[in-house]
């Protein structure tokens, strides 16, 4: 037996209004609405976070931010980041056609997940990655208890 099917036409909704909207934002705002740091929703850096039994390490990524314009602090349980991102510099009479890199300042907070021994933390920069190493505490680490 041969059946044939018609295939379903589904009138899907122009959405040419939309990008529209989208070309007329941009002309009014010149892409501002673009730029990398309204598309976090902390402005801050982006955070990798890894933890094993002995620490946990924070990596964030903040290229073009020196090492003397981020300030690190753990206080009570907390991590801060912040720092200030300066506008790149340009040549005498340059003219900027579009600007993308965010600048200013920035911060992230967060809880820590565990007791963190604030005496031992670390922390390098290198080719724009803050890597924070914060030592668990030797009261947070698990232990192997012996039964007598």
């Not at 730029?35 to 801050?44: E, F, N, V």
């Not at 510099?89 to 809880?111: M, Q």
């Amino acid at each position: 037996m041969f059946v044939r099917f018609q295939p379903l036409r589904v009138e899907v909704p122009s959405l040419r209004p939309l990008f529209d909207v989208e070309r007329s934002l941009e002309d009014v705002f010149g892409g501002i609405l673009d730029t990398p740091a309204l598309k976090t929703a902390s402005g801050g850096p982006a955070l990798e976070i890894r933890e094993n039994e002995k620490e946990t390490v924070v990596v964030a990524e903040i290229p073009g931010v020196a090492k003397e314009d981020v300030k690190i602090s753990v206080h009570t349980g907390l991590l801060t980041i912040s720092g200030t991102r300066k506008r790149p510099g340009a040549a005498e009479g340059a003219k900027v056609l579009r600007n993308e890199i965010a600048v200013g300042t920035f911060s992230r907070t967060f809880e820590l997940p565990q007791s963190i021994d604030a005496e031992k933390v670390e922390a390098t920069l290198v080719n724009g990655l803050l890597t924070i190493t914060l030592p668990h505490s030797e009261s947070a680490r698990p232990r192997s208890i012996q039964i007598t």
